[in-house]
């Protein structure tokens, strides 16, 4: 069973960071490009940041170029999202999302075939 669980999730102040893990378990394959998507309630899950497994490559959505980085660990299979000077907009759940299609769509929900169940950022002002 293929499993992506996030951490690191909590409660935090505007302005401060907090660092979000993902760790996969359960495969043998290799991901072609993992990334987090947020959604906040009752709005739409949008894209934050994605990585390409193998390059390094990564993407981001303007609302948080420039305050957030996305790394990987590879010999840990653990995808990460820093975010700095954190926003009140920010407060949302936060999810991991795997793809293995080779050349997929980055910025979309469908372009990932596997998801963790998420975690919990709370902005505060």
């Known amino acids: 069973q293929v499993q992506l669980v996030e951490s690191g999730g909590g409660l935090v102040q505007a302005g401060t960071s907090l660092t979000l893990s993902c760790a996969t378990s359960?495969?043998?394959?290799?991901?072609?490009?993992m990334a987090w998507f947020r959604q906040a309630p009752g709005k739409e899950r949008e894209f934050v940041a994605a990585?390409?497994?193998?390059?390094?490559?990564?993407y981001y959505a303007d609302s948080v170029k420039g305050r957030s980085t996305i790394s990987r660990d590879n010999a840990k299979n653990t995808v990460y999202l820093q975010m700095n000077s954190l926003k009140p907009e920010a407060t949302a759940v936060y999810y991991c999302?795997?793809?293995?299609?080779?050349?997929?769509?980055?910025?979309?929900?469908?372009?990932?075939?596997?998801w963790g169940q998420g975690t919990q950022v709370t902005v505060s002002s």
């Open positions: 359960g495969h043998t394959f290799r991901w072609y490009t």
């Open positions: 999302a795997g793809s293995t299609y080779y050349g997929g769509r980055v910025y979309v929900e469908n372009g990932y075939n596997y």
């Open positions: 990585i390409n497994w193998s390059s390094g490559g990564t």
